[in-house]
């Protein structure tokens, strides 16, 4: 693939992110991963005190926590977590509005959120929460990997600082690369994360590097002998979101995959995506609720189901403190070194969760993958995601299914 052929793909990536975003091509920038991308806005961002923390979910992804992590431990703050709403209604918007304006408010430097969570689906609304956060002056930063491509994300109305998405989900693509929208305000503040060549100015200029960019000056001594020179290659970035890609040109064999992958998700429209993938999520979650699971009701293209076990174990405070006792013995068995023998022989990290609703989802889990469906254990729930091509045999066939498992996970034999 010549040079030519990449930058017509390379702009083809960056339009139809732009349309799904309702934003302009010049506000993409590609990176290689979400995590990359996250932590160059965490550096840009700069918190300082007194507004040196940032908010988070409760079980959030860790691309979009831990860059927040060591950046609020250099400012000298720290990740304040909202947890799991109570009341049922799973009203993630209503918990992070109340802490912005909360006694902890004054503390927030930037709001670090997905827009559904990306363990059982659980929805955030951005268009009530983003405004909060313009008017106090946060910053907001959006991981939409979870729902980018089937979950309309309007940048006007929620108006991120930075919003990002990896393509492997929703957007159909491959993995490694990350799209990242950044706010034309914080274009021109921003450095990119590694110094490379590609977005200078002047760069793309077929000379560049046949006659050489790098200059310097070349002084003389006393004798008129040549000392050594001070100089470099030009500095200046291109304009738009394009100055904060990653170093390297994308990857050969991938972007030829995701330009064709991201144009026919933006064709159909996240909208319709949203609506055609709700109805068998709908389907699940009414079979989960007769069989006694409880799923968040807001869950848009995909669903997490739970046993009600998993939150009647004492206060969420008591719950997470046997959730942090698991996790220090777990990991008392890595040794500074590297995982333990057992660890690296492929015992599995699970061998009992703290919650019996946890426990009961794991013989859930492994019925299913014995039966050859494939769902996956996130923070305590099963979650489920069905896409346009599961077909309706394929939900009458998990929900048979789903039924079985249950069954034997409150038998409380053995599977």
Sequence with gaps: MGQADHEVLEKSVRENFARLLETSSENVAITPSTSYAITMAAKNLGLQSPRNCALVLENQMASNVLPWQHCTQEAGGE??????????????????????EGPVGGRIGVVALPHVHWSDGSWVDLERVGPACARLGIPLVCDITQSAGALPFSVPKIRPAFACASVHKWLLGPYGFSLLYVDPNWQTRSLPLDHHERRRV??????????????YSVPEDAAGASCCGVGGYPMELVPGAARLDAGGRCNPVGLPMLAPALAAVTEWGPAAVQAAVAKKVAVIQQAASQLGLVSPPNARHFVGLYFPSTFTGGSPSERQARKSAFWDQTLGQTSGNGPSAAATAGASPIVTPPEEGERRMFVVF???????ILCQLR????????????????????????????QLALSDVPE
């Design 79 to 100: 990740v304040l977590v909202v947890p799991r709403p109570d009341g049922g209604d799973w009203d993630w918007a209503s918990a992070i509005i109340s802490r912005l």
């Design 366 to 372: 492994r019925y299913l993958k014995k039966q050859g």
């Design 379 to 406: 923070n305590g729930c099963l979650r489920v995601a069905p896409y346009l091509f599961t077909t309706d045999q394929d939900l009458e066939l998990f929900v048979t299914a789903l039924g079985n498992a249950v």
């Design 202 to 215: 002047g760069a793309a200029h077929p000379l560049w590097d046949v006659v050489g960019a790098m200059t």
